[in-house]
Each structure stands twice: as C-alpha cells, then as structure tokens.
C-alpha cells in the first residue's frame, strides 16, 4: 500500500529565500550609481549630513541629472524656485565628474543662484591626509 505524506518540505524554499535575498543584496548597490561620475579629490572637506537636500549630478558632458533624470537648465531652475517656494533654506549639493567643463560649472551654479538657492554645497571626494 502506498501512504502520502501530508508535509510540506520547507528546505527547498529557505534556501530559495536566501539565494534571493543574496540576489538583492548584490544588485542594490549597482542601481544606485546609474550616472557615471568621477568625482575629484580634495584634500579637504567635511563629511555632509543628506537630511532634505537635493543633489544635481554632472557628468563628464555637463549633462545636469535630478534623482537620475536628465534636466535642462530651464527645468533645473524652475525644481529649485519649487524647492525654496517650500523651504527657503532647502540646500543643493552639486556633484561633478572632475571632466565638466568649469563654464558648464559656473552656468549650473548661476542657475541655482538666480532660482534663489542659498545653501550651495560642492561634492568632492576627501583625500586622506
């Protein structure tokens, strides 16, 4: 006579669990640097504390991204006049690869000058001492 066994084998999906848990924790760190950038070093800096803040990347093209998207400069004006119509003193930290062109710099800074932002930081890479 054949009996059936009622159990369920819960070995094959632990281990499931965990090859997908490992999965995950390998990818999430690559989705997080989807702009190539090269930032320069500087010998030195402080350590900068990412409360509310918004970052504007720059890649070596000059090309300006907001939370990855790419922006012109008329829409980055106009996110950072929305930022400070909130909170006048929302910061705005600029994260440039070391190859940008220092007009394309200049032109990004001056644009979030105009849009009245007055917390302006520059993100660098600090070189040990």
């Known amino acids: ?3 059936a066994v009622a159990d369920i084998n819960v070995v094959p999906l632990t281990d499931l669990v965990f090859n997908l848990l490992i999965v995950f924790m390998l990818a999430t760190p690559l989705l997080e640097q989807s702009i190539n950038i ?3 070093s500087v010998p030195s800096g402080e350590a900068i504390e ?8 720059l890649d070596s093209a000059g090309h300006a991204f907001i939370h990855e998207k790419l922006v ?7 996110f950072a006049r929305g930022k400070i119509a909130m909170d ?6 600029v994260r440039g690869d070391e190859k940008v062109p220092y ?18 930081g520059i ?6 001492k």
């Open 1 to 3: 006579m054949y009996n």
């Open 38 to 40: 090269k930032l320069p």
């Open 50 to 57: 990412t409360r509310d803040v918004t970052t504007v990347d």
């Open 72 to 78: 012109t400069l008329d829409e980055l004006e106009k």
């Open 88 to 93: 006048s003193q929302h910061a705005v930290l």
């Open 103 to 120: 007009g394309r710099f200049v032109e990004i800074v001056d644009r979030l000058k105009q849009a009245g932002v007055s917390k302006l």
């Open 123 to 128: 993100i660098g890479i600090a070189t040990k």
